[in-house]
């Protein structure tokens, strides 16, 4: 998030970036970018759901148009104007961060570097820089940016205007491009203005990295929208890198999708001048054969050729030494603004980190003050709790011991205390009824023993009258 408000910071700062808008499905062709095709049509039967259309801006103003597929991961054509040859060239990559991730809220094309991280699914739907390092291929670019200026040649720097094309053919195509535009293409449409190109790739089954598709065929259509309109179209195949393939554009749609139509009306292919195609086509074949191709410009040339080879050689000291100035001076101004955007960088982060730290710190100085007046009431009932549980315990423990004194049997505890009484009181009893009883065993002996004698008095009276004769005793 830091990173991409330093970067909205800088956008204000230096409004030079370039803005690439996907087109919304309720809006009009490419919307502003409509201009860059003849009649304001775009080209017809590109309805897959993963192609989508980006309008290229740069300074705010569109430069050119780009369907892309987010299946091959390249572009399928760009949509441009000739403007003029470019002076320099410098390259500055950037990607479209809406096409991964369409919530988010920056809405131009923005360099790798400074989103990697904040937007979603970077790389899901489009290529990146990464995809191509140590691949093998480089990134060509459909528009090409020598036959842009200016504005126009800092948009074309996009990944969404590129397809891998290796080292040689990159520079083939954009050398023979070049060459057919300017020799053979802008001089013969008598509006330089209404001259709308179509620069496309084909997909191919072949993937750089498993992800960006290496384009079989690369062609170009172009439309010069004028009295003496006219088309023309040019292939040139993966496989053979010196082919240039000039036909109609009618059989270029042949080799795209079904149902594809570049142009409104076939762009005067129907009644163009047999004179005008034959002049382009003879260009063509002289570019294709390594000739310089001859206008009225080269004529102008030749005749002035030893003036300007003699002025030359006395201005080129001064030129080279002025080149040199304006080298050290854009060299300084770059240094300028690369140093401001640093300072603003690390100042805005310093700011950033500061509020942050800030913030952090009061809500965390807050968050403790809540935190102990929080725990002041849990505390103080708490407390009141563990006094109430107390006071159940001694309660709990009174109780039990109530009970267990309760448990004891009454009876016992008076028969227990009574025992002393009882004992000392039965003594006199006991002593008696000892007494008693010795006497009665006396008594008894006694009884038994007269008993006895008597018994045996008995006895022998009894014996003594059975067994002694009476008459005995008479005598």
Same mark, same amino acid.
């Given at each position: 998030?830091?990173? @991409?408000?330093?970067?909205?910071?800088?956008?204000?700062?230096?409004?030079?970036?370039?803005?690439?808008?996907?087109?919304?499905?309720?809006?009009?062709?490419?919307?502003?970018?409509?201009?860059?095709?003849?009649?304001?049509?775009?080209?017809?039967?590109?309805?897959?759901?993963?192609?989508?259309?980006?309008?290229?801006?740069?300074?705010? #103003?569109?430069?050119?148009?780009?369907?892309?597929?987010?299946?091959?991961?390249?572009?399928?054509?760009?949509?441009?104007?000739?403007?003029?040859?470019?002076?320099?060239?410098?390259?500055?990559?950037?990607?479209?961060?809406?096409?991964?991730?369409?919530?988010?809220?920056?809405?131009?094309?923005?360099?790798?570097?400074?989103?990697?991280?904040?937007?979603?699914?970077?790389?899901?739907?489009?290529?990146?820089? @990464?995809?191509?390092?140590?691949?093998?291929?480089?990134?060509?670019?459909?528009?090409?940016?020598?036959?842009?200026?200016?504005?126009?040649?800092?948009?074309?720097?996009?990944?969404?205007?590129?397809?891998?094309? !290796?080292?040689?053919?990159?520079?083939?195509?954009?050398?023979?491009?070049?060459?057919?535009?300017?020799?053979?293409?802008?001089?013969?449409?008598?509006? =330089?203005?209404?001259?709308?190109?179509?620069?496309?790739?084909?997909?191919? !089954?072949?993937?750089?990295?498993?992800?960006?598709?290496?384009?079989?065929?690369?062609?170009?259509?172009?439309?010069?929208?004028?009295?003496?309109?006219?088309?023309?179209?040019?292939?040139?195949?993966?496989?053979?890198?010196? @082919?240039?393939?000039?036909?109609?554009?009618?059989?270029? #749609?042949?080799?795209?999708?079904?149902?594809?139509?570049?142009? =409104?009306?076939?762009?005067?292919?129907?009644?163009?001048?047999?004179?005008?195609?034959?002049?382009?086509?003879?260009?063509?074949?002289?570019?294709?054969?390594?000739?310089?191709?001859?206008?009225?410009?080269?004529?102008?040339? =030749?005749? !002035?050729?030893?003036?300007?080879?003699?002025?030359?050689?006395?201005?080129?000291?001064?030129?080279?030494?002025?080149?040199?100035?304006?080298?050290?001076?854009?060299?300084?101004?770059?240094?300028?603004?690369?140093?401001?955007?640093?300072?603003?960088?690390?100042?805005?982060?310093?700011?950033?980190?500061?509020?942050?730290?800030?913030?952090?710190?009061?809500?965390?100085?807050?968050?403790?003050?809540?935190?102990?007046?929080?725990?002041?009431?849990?505390?103080?009932?708490?407390?009141?709790?563990?006094?109430?549980?107390?006071?159940?315990?001694?309660?709990?423990?009174?109780?039990?011991?109530?009970?267990?004194?309760?448990?004891?049997?009454?009876?016992?505890?008076?028969?227990?205390?009574?025992?002393?009484?009882?004992?000392?009181?039965?003594?006199?009893?006991?002593?008696?009824?000892?007494?008693?009883?010795?006497?009665?065993?006396?008594?008894?002996?006694?009884?038994?023993?007269?008993?006895?004698?008597?018994?045996?008095?008995?006895?022998?009276?009894?014996?003594?009258?059975?067994?002694?004769? =009476?008459?005995?005793?008479?005598?």
């Amino acid at each position: 998030m830091k990173t @991409s408000v330093v970067f909205l910071l800088c956008l204000s700062v230096f409004p030079g970036f370039s803005q690439g808008r996907v087109v919304g499905e309720d809006e009009a062709g490419f919307a502003e970018c409509n201009v860059f095709f003849p009649g304001q049509v775009p080209p017809e039967g590109f309805t897959e759901p993963f192609h989508v259309k980006i309008c290229q801006q740069y300074n705010k #103003e569109p430069r050119f148009a780009t369907l892309y597929s987010t299946e091959d991961k390249i572009p399928l054509y760009s949509a441009f104007k000739y403007t003029k040859p470019a002076q320099s060239e410098e390259e500055n990559w950037l990607v479209e961060p809406q096409i991964d991730d369409p919530e988010n809220d920056l809405h131009e094309m923005v360099r790798e570097a400074d989103i990697v991280g904040t937007v979603a699914n970077l790389g899901a739907n489009q290529a990146l820089t @990464s995809d191509y390092v140590g691949s093998g291929y480089e990134r060509g670019l459909l528009n090409p940016s020598l036959l842009n200026e200016e504005d126009f040649q800092m948009a074309t720097y996009t990944l969404t205007n590129a397809v891998p094309l !290796s080292p040689s053919l990159s520079k083939s195509w954009h050398r023979d491009i070049g060459s057919v535009v300017e020799q053979a293409l802008v001089p013969h449409c008598s509006k =330089k203005d209404h001259l709308y190109l179509l620069a496309g790739a084909i997909p191919s !089954s072949v993937r750089v990295k498993g992800k960006v598709s290496v384009p079989e065929t690369l062609w170009l259509a172009a439309c010069c929208d004028a009295p003496e309109g006219w088309s023309l179209a040019l292939v040139k195949k993966m496989n053979d890198e010196n @082919s240039l393939g000039d036909l109609t554009v009618g059989e270029l #749609e042949k080799q795209l999708l079904a149902g594809v139509h570049l142009f =409104k009306g076939n762009c005067g292919e129907d009644n163009q001048s047999q004179e005008i195609k034959e002049a382009i086509l003879q260009a063509v074949s002289q570019i294709r054969s390594g000739e310089q191709v001859e206008t009225s410009d080269n004529q102008e040339g =030749k005749d !002035s050729g030893l003036v300007r080879k003699v002025a030359g050689i006395i201005a080129t000291p001064f030129i080279k030494l002025l080149e040199l100035l304006i080298y050290v001076f854009v060299e300084l101004v770059k240094f300028v603004f690369y140093f401001l955007w640093l300072v603003i960088k690390r100042v805005g982060g310093t700011v950033l980190d500061g509020v942050c730290g800030l913030w952090n710190g009061v809500v965390s100085y807050f968050k403790a003050i809540g935190m102990v007046l929080i725990s002041i009431p849990y505390d103080v009932g708490r407390v009141i709790v563990n006094i109430f549980l107390g006071f159940l315990e001694i309660v709990q423990d009174v109780a039990s011991l109530t009970y267990r004194i309760l448990r004891i049997p009454v009876g016992f505890v008076l028969h227990l205390a009574a025992f002393p009484y009882h004992s000392i009181c039965a003594i006199p009893s006991v002593l008696k009824d000892m007494a008693t009883g010795i006497g009665g065993t006396f008594s008894l002996v006694i009884d038994a023993t007269a008993a006895l004698l008597h018994g045996f008095y008995y006895l022998a009276g009894h014996i003594v009258k059975r067994f002694v004769p =009476k008459g005995s005793s008479d005598d």
